[in-house]
């Protein structure tokens, strides 16, 4: 039974397409993010949410947008896919906040190729 | 803000030998550290954190990190591999209190016969 799971796992499109990745978890936790990493591996933060309060936005392009419906789901809704965009979106949820030493469990991912 | 450096971006090693992966932090507060492991086409796990205490960490599949306040270091040891270690390794951080958990590059560990 996957803990954090994500839809589609692998998506491709063209530039200047919308569209979207879901995320789901069953732990009950209180707190969702997205992560996107590149194709040098690296894990940047985009946006976190708690009990579907965005608590964490970063610089992120406002072509991205995420939406939380209830505390068990943070979709990422993508317009206007650039090539940038490229990469591999990671969503991960934990009970405790990062800054008090809360633990993250991620999803599989989600690799978004723009063409 | 914090940052987080992986100096080693790939170390190759023989199965059974030990293994160092480094980690350096900076920041002006106190921390909480992790490595997390990513296994090929998976999604990132926690294989151990400091919280506080004991500057020793034990984790998952015999991996240990030693918390070093005065060389803001946070290294990953294990005193030997197998084949199935092969994976990339991130270090992280979070200022207590703060809401991000910051990662570095990675170091992709490459273990072989």
């Known amino acids: 039974d996957t803990a954090v799971s994500q839809t589609p796992k692998y998506l491709v499109t063209q530039m200047g397409n919308d569209k979207s990745i879901k995320c789901e978890q069953n732990l009950g936790h209180d707190t969702m993010y997205w992560y996107k990493q590149d194709s040098k591996k690296f894990l940047k933060i985009m946006f976190s949410y708690n009990n579907k309060e965005l608590i964490i936005n970063e610089t992120v392009p406002n072509r991205f947008s995420p939406k939380s419906p209830d505390k068990a789901h943070l979709n990422l809704h993508i317009n206007s896919l650039e090539l940038g965009d490229s990469a591999v979106y990671f969503c991960a949820s934990s009970q405790e906040l990062a800054g008090v030493g809360g633990e993250l469990f991620f999803g599989e991912g989600s690799r978004l190729t723009v063409l | 803000a914090q940052s987080v450096t992986q100096l080693d971006s790939q170390v190759p090693v023989f199965e059974e030998a030990p293994v160092e992966l480094r980690c350096n932090y900076s920041?002006?507060?106190?921390?909480?550290l992790f490595w997390y492991v990513q296994y090929p086409n998976q999604g990132l796990q926690l294989l151990l954190k400091?919280?506080?205490?004991?500057?020793l960490v034990k984790g998952i599949n015999g991996f240990e990190a030693e918390f070093n306040k005065s060389q803001t270091s946070f290294h990953l040891r294990k005193p030997s591999v197998h084949i199935s270690d092969t994976a990339e390794y991130f270090c992280a951080v979070s200022d207590r209190g703060f809401q991000k958990l910051v990662f570095g590059t990675g170091t992709r560990l490459l273990v072989s016969p």
């Open positions: 920041s002006s507060v106190s921390v909480y």
């Open positions: 400091y919280l506080s205490g004991s500057t």
